[in-house]
Nanobody, 115 residues
């Protein structure tokens, strides 16, 4: 499997979830990794990304609440989501932007935050 996301679920507002994305070794080492989300009826949007060199950026809406990290030894990228809000509800996708061109997407994992 090239990219496989997991960890979604149903959580109450204020709760936490941790998303995980497993990547194939040949992809992970030469890619910048990101998490995107798509709410029903809305366009897919960037949540956070982390480059292979560890540079991190977040969407303004999640700053201070979400943390992205990567484990280069295990070819994993994580998204720790705290203080979740109903507007965080959506399908979360793992993304790999290859250094040599091309973008890969995982299958998505559903996050539902109830009020």
């Amino acid at each position: 499997v090239q990219l496989q996301a997991s960890g979604g679920g149903l959580v109450q507002a204020g709760g936490s979830l941790r998303l995980s994305c497993a990547a194939s070794r040949n992809i992970f080492g030469s890619s910048d990794m990101g998490w995107y989300r798509q709410a029903s009826g809305k366009q897919r949007e960037l949540v956070a990304f982390i480059t292979s060199g560890g540079i991190i950026n977040y969407a303004d809406s999640v700053k201070g609440r979400f943390t992205i990290s990567r484990d280069n030894a295990e070819n994993m990228v994580y998204l720790q989501m705290n203080s979740l809000k109903p507007e965080d509800t959506g399908i979360y996708y793992c993304n790999a932007a290859r250094h040599y061109g091309g973008v890969l997407w995982g299958q998505g994992t559903l996050v539902t935050v109830s009020s």
